[in-house]
């Protein structure tokens, strides 16, 4: 046993003043006058000792009484099998309050964060006489650095909201370790964390090594979760929107809960209008499909928004998205030898969705290449000097190349160009076009990417003719074959270049090598490398993100982006490379107070003028929510002494147990009601025990 405050204990001299006082009331006699001594002296002597008697208890009394008191002033803590304070100096007791969103769970009707708040306030009610206390949070807030009081710490509970950035186990602790070494280096500390333990969040804990002067107390927040309901990934059934036209949005709802979730309302918001909804079924730990039929009457941006109602976790119920309405697709057509029927121009140049420009190869300037978004190399039979640089330059920056052979290609020279992206060993197939030369190309793959959507399956099955070309090159290498002849030669291959791509055909475009050019898969096929090629930006993006990445052709240097909407502005760390703009996302910790990243639209602002707008949706990882178990927790760190896993919050002895095992047992409590006892004693002694 010990005492928080050994010097109170100076006050058991006090217990010297009633022994004094007794022995002087001892030795004070009075004389009392009987007619007959002899038969009082019997009488006296009976007396006399009953009051001595009666006179040493209540002294007794009145001591242990001023003893007890003295003691339970002292504070004194009992510490079960001859465990004591250690001899080490007292370092921080540092308290993590995990505020992840997904701590909006419930359980007994209140939230996870509710709960931890209200045990943390417990657990300060220990260190209340304490100047040791630190809390830490999601937010890694500056405050947090600082060691402060309990009533402050207390203070701060009252402004905790939730935090959009969940943070791992392991930098929780090295945070909390290194405000601790600036504290006291060698001094002993207590760590408390107050989390739901998620597994997509947590990070590798059996990974996660305590210091020996740490002792670690892990206190789970655990509930039954049902269910919850987020979006886990959206395209499109068209990759470019355009107005007027049906598109489908598809969207992947998924269900985290041990519960399925049945005819799930879902509704598409297009402008801050309903446009249509969808209803889906969701088995438990399980996925659903739902599509949206849309329509957009106008070109340019367009905001989209998906929501739905999943009780109790709502932070993931709204899913955000930007369209852009037939953005114009920049086409370059170069030609040596163009068809004769001029199929390029025919299909690009009478639609708005394309901004087309055709010019020979021999004559035209390299620099309009970076302003393409899809350059098409028709009939070419040489890649040489400026335009061959160019061309590389426009694939390392994510453009897209389409090439098509001349009737008398050089096999070297576009060997020595083509070698660079993989496509090797190319020579001369048949060199006279005729009939009998003539090879059917198959049927597209059906679950091919490429042409997935680009025909209805009934198109497929109702296709009679196939079309026919002459296998003027052969080639061979890692590039994916989009058509290929009867004899599995490829046709058109496609070739991933960093962002862009590389398509190569086998034959030309004239009538003579073929009739691709007239059959129905040629305009698809066309279109479809076209929508790929456009520089179009994501329909959302992620707060997990570590950098967004969008194309800015017209960027001017040294500019300074802003990212703002309602109620946030910021100004990302940005870096422009080439035609291509990166910004790095701040930290939830690098905002200003009262600053909150929250999910939703942010326009991307230069001088004012609003260059796109991007929506910013929540990371997946807070949307999953299966926890640890308090048996798990404990299986990871069964070979760490100094870590201590408890039951739940629900436990109603864990501070006790905490106050027991790391603090001792207190003990002032039974010293006061001793102290009553034998004040109550006393009284007892003078009023009823009579001499």
Known sequence: MQFLF???????????????????????????????????????????????????????????????????????IFFKNNKSLSSKPVGINGIYLDNSLSMQNTT???????????????????????????????????????????SKVKDRLTTVDFSEVPRTFEQVYKRQRSIAQKHNPSAENHFFWFSDFQKSTAGVLENLKIDSNDKVHLIPVVGKTSQNVYVDSTWLSMPVVREMQNNVLNIKVSNSGNKGVEKLSLKLYLDNVQSSTSSVDIPANGSAMAKFNFT?????????????????????????????????IRVLH????????????KMYANDSLFNFQSSPISNFDPGQIQNADLVVLEGISTLDGETKLAIETFLSDGGSVAISPSDNPSVQNLQAFLGKYGIQNLEIGSDVPTVDNLLE????????????????????????????AINKLQ????????????????????????????????SPFNANFGNFAEHAYFVPTFYKMAYLSSKSDRLAYSFSESSLSFFMPNAPKNASYKLKNDKLEIIPVQRLMGKTLN??????????DGQLFGSGFYDLVINGKVEKTLALNHDHKESKMDVYSPETLRGFFKNQINVEVYDDIFDGSFIEAFRDTSMGKPLWKYFIIAALAFLLLEILLIRFMKS
């Open 475 to 506: 080639w061979s290498g890692a590039a994916d074959k989009l058509l290929s002849f009867r004899n599995g030669r490829g046709f058109l291959t496609k070739t991933k270049v960093g962002d862009g791509n590389l398509y190569l055909f086998a």
């Open 108 to 150: 007994e009707s209140k939230r996870f964060l509710d709960l931890a708040v209200i045990k943390i306030d417990e657990l300060l009610s220990i260190f209340n006489r304490s100047s040791n206390v630190q809390m830490t949070t999601n937010d890694f807030d500056g405050q947090d650095q600082f060691v402060t009081n309990a």
């Open 583 to 592: 910004l790095t996302l701040p930290k939830s910790s690098e905002l200003s």
């Open 296 to 328: 957009v009457k106008e070109r340019g941006s367009h905001k989209g928004k998906v929501i739905f109602d999943d009780q109790p976790i709502t932070f993931d119920n709204d899913y955000y998205f930007v369209l852009n309405a037939s953005p114009t």
């Open 334 to 345: 170069l030609f040596g030898q163009r068809s004769s029927q001029n199929y390029i121009a």
């Open 441 to 468: 190309i198959n049927e597209p793959d059906k679950a091919s990417p490429f042409f997935e959507d680009v025909f209805e399956r009934s198109s497929f099955n109702s296709m009679v003719s196939l079309p026919k």
């Open 6 to 76: 050994p010097s109170v204990l100076w006050g058991l001299l006090a217990l010297s003043i009633p022994l004094i006082v007794h022995l002087f009331n001892f030795r004070r006699t009075k004389k009392v006058y009987f007619s007959n001594v002899a038969l009082l002296k019997t009488v006296e002597t009976k007396s006399s000792a009953f009051r001595k008697l009666k006179q040493w208890l209540v002294m007794a009394a009145r001591m242990l009484f001023l003893a007890c008191l003295v003691l339970a002033f002292a504070q004194p």
